[in-house]
């Protein structure tokens, strides 16, 4: 039966000219059909490289947005439309103009986990793996930055300029799940173990661990990390352990808190996969006016190198 579905998809994948984006928190049978897995940062470049007609995104919506707006042409297709980041909705539009006029001399940084209509508001936008980077690259000395306080504080370890988190307590759930307490025990368990973390995780958190890094960050550390290190505790969405295991295999792998699921995530399966492939929707679409304005904030990050 499984077989059959996933027979189906590749026959409509070729069929269409469509090729499957799949960020690294996805099941792990929703990564073994993608063309490409990858973070934030890669998934949007992935999908302007791509010479396909057609990108079955499976991610959460401001993902999928973000290769809308980069890819007017293409068609973009997420197979579940619940699959919509709770952490992106903390920061309203309304409420980023607001604290705009209120910091007139500041720019806007927004991590790429915010709504279009945000991003239309921002100078430039970041992800996890390029933050520190792109708040450096900023004219201006106060940052305002949006809406993962926990990032805004990653990010504020590697400048001098005043960042301004915005909402003051922006945050991932899933990420808030892994405490210290749940590091303790794990470190207790595997003391030889390399913590590596999310820069989503709380500060104590990412001040206990060996790296702070992106999802794909994490996969790079452990394919090239010598020496004696064969384990390590690993600080995010469990779904990349799918992907660790596979990529760089013969190390052990331990999630610092098993409870660390992003539910929205989750959403996309082989059925709806499959569905989506054959209707061609839902389609994602953001509407031109919002677009224009948010690519241009968009490119200005991808032209950070
Ligand atoms: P990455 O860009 O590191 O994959 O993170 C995206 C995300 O939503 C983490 O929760
Ligand atoms: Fe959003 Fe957190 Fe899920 Fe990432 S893990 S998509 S930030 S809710």
């Known amino acids: 039966m499984r077989e ?107 991590y790429v986990n915010t709504l279009a209509k945000s991003k239309a508001l921002a100078d430039c936008i970041c992800t996890s793996a390029n933050a520190q980077k792109i708040v450096n690259a900023m004219d201006s000395q106060t940052i305002l930055f949006g809406p993962d306080r926990n990032l805004a504080y990653h990010a504020q370890k590697a400048t001098t300029k005043e960042i301004i988190p915005v909402p003051a307590h922006g945050l991932c759930p899933s990420h808030h799940q892994i405490v210290m307490d749940d590091l303790l025990k794990a470190k207790a368990a595997h003391p030889d173990a390399k913590v590596i973390v999310h820069p989503e995780c709380i500060p104590e958190v990412q001040d206990s661990a060996d790296y702070i890094t992106s999802t794909s960050g994490m996969v790079k550390i452990c394919k090239e990390e010598v020496g004696d290190a064969d384990e390590f505790l690993i600080g995010t969405e469990i779904g ?60 200005r990050m991808l032209a950070i190198p």
């Open 240 to 299: 990349l352990l799918h992907r660790l295991k596979k990529e760089a295999p013969g190390k052990r792998y331990y999630p610092i808190s098993d409870t660390a699921v992003c539910p929205q995530m989750k959403m996309h399966t082989l059925e709806n996969i499959e569905s989506a492939l054959e209707r061609e929707k839902p389609k994602v679409v953001v509407p031109a006016e919002i677009a224009v304005k948010a690519r241009k904030a968009i490119e």
């Open 4 to 110: 059959e579905l996933i027979d189906k998809i590749e026959r409509l994948k070729r069929k269409k000219n469509a090729i499957i984006l799949a960020h690294n928190y996805q099941r792990a049978e929703v990564q073994d059909i993608a063309e490409f897995i990858g973070d934030s940062l890669e998934l949007a470049r992935k999908a302007m490289a791509t010479s396909a007609s057609i990108i079955v995104f499976c991610g959460v919506d401001f993902m999928a947005e973000t290769a809308a707006i980069l890819n007017p042409d293409k068609t973009i297709i997420i197979p579940d439309e619940g699959a919509i980041c709770p952490m992106a909705q903390q920061l309203p539009a309304d409420d980023l103009l607001v604290a705009k006029r209120q910091n007139p001399d500041a720019e806007v940084v927004l």
